[in-house]
């Protein structure tokens, strides 16, 4: 299902306002006698509206008349210098630029204050937001789901095609409260533990990490379990990487285990994370350690379709290779962004996303590692000799299963 509207958090979302918020606190403090506070405070602080924050910045038990007085400092000297130290994060130009193209409407809910937010969002974004809320008398804040219901009408949208985007719990319970599906982005705030926690239902580490959502919703699990068990593959689900590490923790333990060279692995905390009963070798061709035979072959994958394939491209081939015989068993593990609706998409992935990325992670000197692209080039450090569809699991293999996780990870 495609998603046709997007409800952005603004602090720690789409902005990073700490240095300017922190000096406006400051500002307020400091001429009352009071130490001044950090950016690391400020991160703490914020998301309840700058009334809560200027509390929070004040020692407890301040009367209502000093915070009275600190708030007004505090509006004055953010209004004159909001905008010295704030910036967009890295990918978040190019991402509504994206939305804007394939015509998603965009708006803003934030708690800071109305004016203060709609200034913001007009000077660095222009018309890549159509309509941007703060926080407004007589109008409850996050998150309470007011003022998110009332903003998806005014863009025309419906819950059931609305990603809600944000950086903290406060984000995450404004969408759960408004019956939105609620992603935590990791680069702001508040960490990915905090996220899970308040009923995130995706996790995205990069703003370009949100167009696969957009294009086709958050996965299906239900759908993808029956694709990929009907082909005859073992099929898990597991929402954060934690699970899927005590999974594979599991199944790992006093067996013999070959590892594909995989980021996603390496994001894993793999082999590091494994039982000390664990026999582990490389899929490196090392002699001595390379074991062609072992009880489980463990790797990621390219790319999986929706249809049910797994694509995987590799130069040496002997990481394939693990993939096809050898081993009794075999686990791709493998993040949500790999997911791909058909085949066709699956093999543009692992040829237009992956293979450039590895290129450029492994410092080969390919047109792809420039530019990004599969040139079907004949370098001699190309990395794509072999793109390998699996169809079924290998008739020689025990098992052969997919461990899926929640979260973006790899390439």
Known sequence: MKITTAIFDLDGTLLNTL????????????????PPVTEEQTRERVGNGVRKLIERSLPDGSPETLVDECLDDFRTAYESRMMNRTQPYDGVLP??????????????LSNKYDLAAKGL?????GDLVQITVGERPGVPRKPDPTSALELLRQLGGNAGETLYIGDSAVDMQTAKNAGLTAVGVTWGFRDADTLRKAGADALVNEPMELLPLFERGLCNVDALCAAFTARGFGFTY???????????????????????????????????AFAESTDVHSHSITPGEYVQDPDIYLCSANALSETGEIVNIDGRCNRVAGTLFGAKRCIFVCGVNKLCPDLESAVDRARNIAAPQNAKRLLRKTPCALDGKCHDCRSPERICSALVIHMAPP????KCEIVLIGEALGY
């Open 121 to 125: 969002i007009r000077h660095y974004f």
């Open 19 to 34: 240095g300017d918020l922190s000096d406006s606190v400051n500002t307020a403090i400091l001429r009352r006698g009071f």
């Open 238 to 272: 597991f929402p954060a990487k934690e699970g899927a590490v005590a999974y594979l923790s599991e199944v790992c333990a006093d067996q013999s285990v070959t590892l594909g060279g995989s980021m996603t692995l390496k994001e894993l905390g793999l082999p590091g």
């Open 95 to 108: 991402l509504l630029k994206a939305l804007k193209k394939a015509g998603v409407a965009v708006g803003v």
């Open 395 to 398: 008739l020689s293999m025990e």
